[in-house]
């Protein structure tokens, strides 16, 4: 599966290549690909009004349950594609489905809906609210998208699962980074997101740390869950099934540990 083989005319090539299953069958049928981008453009305005162009035509399919990794210089759009596909910003031109559905022609409240209920950030910096607990930061997701289930969230489980068991009550303030990032990590799963999009999570981590990360990640796509990690440490991309290089907006090149390089 390589980036390169999207096409603008990949949806149509993808639905005529559906079997025609007729009734319950079309109904229960569901295409595997949980994000599909084509052609995506993005640019920025600089402070001068000159416009930079960060995503170049770029196209990606990730299939669901796929664990990827992402790597590329800094500047090279990284943090920009998690943005878009995490329907956090929207591209300039190209088409973006998330799970068969055409988001980017949803309405902005549509695709907060989504964005609160599917996706989970683990952003560049943790973005822990220092005046919250352990529990209220995690909890807070729900919040923003008045989710009944902000209640019954087991915080205790989900700390258990990122190696916190009996810290819901600290602050982030008394924990350490790798401690915090795992705090990001279980507000991301409080959601029970389908997809994890995670900015150098392991980024500023000791060995350890990082190790125990990547660890919960391993556990996560073991339950099916899609990840799209971004890394500059070629360590943590090898436990990736699939890792892309970025180059200057555009794909550079995909590896699979099986194949080599394939683009
Ligand atoms: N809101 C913005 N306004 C203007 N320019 C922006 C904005 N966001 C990003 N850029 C520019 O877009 C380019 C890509 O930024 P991006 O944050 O996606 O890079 P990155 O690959 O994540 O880098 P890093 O590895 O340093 O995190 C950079 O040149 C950056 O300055
Ligand atoms: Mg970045």
Same mark, same amino acid.
């Given at each position: ?175 350490? &980074?790798?401690?915090?990032?795992? $705090?990001?990590?279980?507000? %991301?799963? /409080?959601?029970? *997101? ?5 900015? !150098? ?22 339950? &099916?869950?899609?990840?799209?990690? $971004?890394?500059?440490?070629? %360590?943590? /991309?090898?436990? *990736? ?5 970025? !180059? ?16």
């Amino acid at each position: 599966m390589s980036g390169c083989e999207c096409k603008p005319n990949a949806k149509r090539e993808r639905d005529s290549a559906k079997p025609k299953a007729k009734g319950a069958a079309i109904k229960n049928m569901r295409w595997t690909m949980l994000i599909e981008a084509i052609n995506i453009r993005k640019s920025y305005r600089d402070r001068r009004g000159e416009t930079v162009s960060v995503l170049k035509d770029l196209s990606l399919q990730i299939a669901r349950g796929e664990f990827v990794s992402l790597s590329g210089p800094s500047g090279c759009g990284k943090s920009t594609l998690l943005n878009v596909l995490g329907c956090l910003d929207h591209p300039d031109a190209g088409a973006y489905q998330f799970d068969g559905n055409d988001v980017l022609g949803w309405p902005e409240r549509q695709r907060a809906d989504l964005r609160n209920r599917r996706i989970g950030f683990i952003f560049q910096g943790f973005h822990l609210l220092p005046f919250l607990t352990v529990e209220g930061n995690i909890k807070l997701p729900h919040l923003y998208s008045r989710s009944p289930r902000s209640d019954s969230t087991n915080v205790e489980e989900l700390l258990r699962e990122v190696d916190l068991a009996g810290m819901a009550r600290r602050y982030p303030g008394e924990l350490s &980074g790798g401690q915090q990032q795992r $705090v990001a990590i279980a507000r %991301a799963l /409080a959601l029970k *997101a389908d997809l994890i999009l995670a900015d !150098e999570p392991t980024g500023n981590l000791d060995g350890d740390s990082a190790q125990s990360i990547l660890d919960v990640f391993g556990r996560l796509v073991g339950q &099916g869950k899609t990840v799209l990690l $971004v890394t500059h440490d070629p %360590a943590v /991309a090898r436990r *990736a099934s699939r890792h892309i290089r970025l !180059e200057e907006g555009r794909i550079a090149s995909e590896t699979t540990p099986a194949k080599g390089a394939t683009v």
